[in-house]
C-alpha cells in the first residue's frame, strides 16, 4: 500500500531503513528477472530495463532529484548488480539453454500504420493521455516566475532539443515509421514528467511502466530477431509484453482521471464521456467481430461448434501439393476413423511414423503425434529447430530425411534400418502419405508384411497402419 507521504510499504520491508531494504530489494529484482529469462526469454530484457529505469529514478529521488556524476555512478552500480543477480541466480539454466535467436537486426520491411496502432492500442493511450495531461497540469501549477527564469540559460538548448525531436519525427515518417509521432511525444512527455521533483514513487513507476510499454511498440518498428518469419514472433512476443504492461497503467490511469475529468467544465466532460464510450464500444466489439472472422478461415464451415479437437475432421479438406508437383485434395475423414482406432486399440507408447510436411501452417502434418500422443519420429522442422537449439541443425535435418527415405525408398533392407534407428512401432500410410511419396516406396510396406516385417493392422478407407513386428530383429 502507499503511506501518507507517497512512499510504497511493502510488508517484507516494515521496519527497515531505506539503505538495509535495498540489498533484500536487489535481490528480489534480480531473482524476478531471473525468473522472467526462465520462464519466457523475451521478458527479460524488457524487465532489465524496467528494472534499470527503477534504479535510476530511485538514486535520482536519493540525490535530490539532482544529475551529478556520483548519482550516475551509483545508478551503474546498482544496475550491475541486479543484472549480476540475475545471472548469478540462474546460473545452471543459462549454461545450458539454447535458443533459436541469438541476434536482432534493423527491420526493413513494411511498418504498422497509425490506424492499426490505434486500433490495437487506442483504449490505452486514451486513458495515458489523460493521465499526463493531468500529471503535467499538475507540474505547471509548480510553475513560477522566478523558476522559469532560471530555464534562461538553457533556452538555446532546449529550442535545439525542439529542433531535433521534430527533425527525427519527421525523418522517422519518411522511412515509414508512422506510429513515431504518437509514441515519441507521449513517451518524451512520460520521460520528462518522471523527472519531476518531489514525485511520489507510484506516481513514478505508473510513468516508468508507460515509457517501458511505448518504447517496446516503437522498438519492434525498428529491430526484429534474427531469423524470425517476417516479424512475427518479435511482433507477439513484445506486444505481449505491452499488453501486460498497459494493462497495469491502464487500470491506474482510469481510476484516477475519473474524478479529476469530473472536475473539468460540462463540455470537456462531454467530450472526453463520449470518446470514452465510443472506445469502450470499439473495444468490445472485437470478440465479436474476431470470433466471427475465424470462424470463415476454420478448414470446414460445416464442422460442429464443440469443444473436440477432432470434431472437424470428417468435415474438413483441404488442397497439398504431391511428390509430382501436382495439385492433391487430402480429405481428412479417413484419419479421423482411422485415428479413433488407434486411440481405442493401441496401447503404450510406440513411435509413430508419419509424413513429414513443408506446409506447416495449412496442412495436417503430425496428425497422428497431435490426436495419439504417441511420440514421431519428427514434428514441424522450425519448432523442432527452435526447441532443441542447443544441438547443431543438422540432427533434425537428417531427421527429415530419414523420414522421407523410409516412405521413399523401394528398398526393403533400407527401411528396416530406419525403422531399427527410431524404434518405430507403427506406420501410418494415409492420404498425406500417399500424395507425398512415390507409390513405388509406399508399396514395399506390403512387400514387408508378407514376408512377416510388419502387420497390417488396419485397412479402412484408403488408409493402412503397419505394425512393426519384431524390432529386436532389426537390431534395434
Same mark, same amino acid.
Do not use: C
Given at each position: ?12 520491508? *516494515? ?6 531494504? #535495498? ?7 534480480? +531473482?524476478?528477472? /531471473? ?48 543484472? +549480476?543477480?540475475?545471472?548469478? $541466480? ?9 535458443? %533459436?535467436?541469438?541476434? &536482432? ?8 500504420? #497509425? ?32 523558476? +522559469? ?21 519527421? &525523418? ?22 518522471? $523527472? ?25 518498428? &525498428? ?33 484516477? %482521471? ?16 463520449? *470518446? ?8 468490445? #466489439? ?16 460445416? *464442422? ?110 533400407? *527401411? ?36 512377416? #516385417? ?20 532389426? /537390431?534395434?
Amino acid at each position: 500500500r502507499r503511506e501518507s507521504n507517497g512512499r510504497l510499504w511493502i510488508p517484507a520491508f *516494515a521496519g527497515m531503513t531505506h539503505g538495509a531494504a #535495498l540489498p533484500l530489494q536487489l535481490l528480489m529484482g534480480g +531473482l524476478t528477472i /531471473g525468473v522472467l529469462r526462465a520462464t519466457n526469454i523475451a521478458d527479460s530484457p524488457t524487465f532489465s530495463v524496467i528494472g534499470a529505469l527503477a534504479m535510476l529514478f530511485y538514486v535520482y529521488q536519493k540525490y535530490g532529484s539532482r544529475w551529478s556524476l556520483p548519482m550516475v555512478g551509483e545508478w551503474g552500480l546498482l544496475t550491475a548488480v541486479l543484472l +549480476l543477480l540475475a545471472q548469478l $541466480l540462474f546460473a545452471p539454466f543459462i549454461e545450458n539453454y539454447g535458443f %533459436a535467436y541469438g541476434s &536482432i537486426g534493423l527491420w526493413e520491411g513494411s511498418k504498422t500504420y #497509425l490506424f492499426n496502432y490505434l486500433t490495437i492500442y487506442g483504449l490505452f493511450l486514451f486513458f495515458i493521455a489523460t493521465h499526463l495531461a493531468r500529471e503535467f497540469r499538475a507540474w505547471t501549477r509548480t510553475w513560477t516566475s522566478e523558476g +522559469l527564469q532560471k530555464l534562461r540559460p538553457v533556452a538555446v538548448p532546449l529550442l535545439i532539443s525542439l529542433f531535433l525531436y521534430v527533425l527525427i519525427i519527421f &525523418i522517422l515518417m519518411l522511412r515509414g515509421y508512422w506510429v513515431a509521432p504518437v509514441v515519441l511525444t507521449l513517451l518524451g512527455i512520460a520521460g520528462l514528467l518522471g $523527472l519531476r521533483r518531489d514525485l511520489s514513487p507510484a506516481r513514478r513507476i505508473v510513468l516508468i511502466l508507460i515509457s517501458a510499454a511505448l518504447g517496446l511498440t516503437l522498438f519492434v518498428e &525498428i529491430f526484429v530477431t534474427a531469423g524470425d518469419i517476417g516479424r512475427m514472433n518479435t511482433v507477439f512476443k513484445i506486444y505481449m509484453q505491452v499488453w501486460l504492461l498497459l494493462s497495469v497503467v491502464g487500470g491506474v490511469t482510469a481510476v484516477s %482521471a475519473w474524478p479529476s475529468v469530473q472536475k473539468r467544465s460540462q463540455t470537456t466532460r462531454r467530450v472526453w464521456k463520449t *470518446a470514452l464510450a465510443v472506445l469502450v464500444a470499439a473495444a468490445v #466489439l472485437y470478440p465479436i467481430l474476431a470470433t466471427k472472422a475465424k470462424w470463415d478461415i476454420r478448414m470446414a464451415q460445416d *464442422a460442429p461448434h464443440t469443444l473436440d479437437g477432432m470434431a472437424f475432421l470428417p468435415y474438413a479438406e483441404y488442397g497439398d501439393t504431391a511428390f509430382d508437383g501436382s495439385s492433391r485434395t487430402i480429405q481428412l475423414a479417413s484419419d479421423y476413423e482411422a485415428l479413433r482406432w488407434m486411440q481405442q486399440n493401441i496401447e503404450g507408447s510406440p513411435v509413430i511414423a508419419e509424413a513429414h510436411s513443408g506446409n506447416p501452417y495449412r496442412s495436417v502434418g503430425n496428425r497422428v503425434a497431435m490426436y495419439t500422443g504417441n511420440p514421431a519420429i519428427i514434428g514441424w522442422d522450425w519448432h523442432t529447430r527452435q526447441h532443441k537449439a542447443v544441438i547443431p541443425g543438422q540432427f533434425i535435418t537428417n531427421r527429415i530425411n530419414d523420414v522421407n527415405t523410409l516412405y521413399n525408398t523401394a528398398d526393403v533392407v533400407e *527401411a528396416e534400418r530406419l525403422l531399427a534407428k527410431y524404434g518405430v512401432g507403427y506406420i501410418y500410410v494415409g492420404q498425406l502419405e500417399q500424395a507425398y511419396y512415390h507409390p513405388e516406396g509406399l508399396g514395399k510396406f506390403s512387400q514387408m508384411a508378407a514376408s512377416g #516385417l510388419l502387420q497390417m493392422v488396419y485397412s479402412q478407407n484408403g488408409v493402412s497402419i503397419y505394425k512393426v513386428i519384431d524390432t529386436q530383429s532389426l /537390431g534395434y
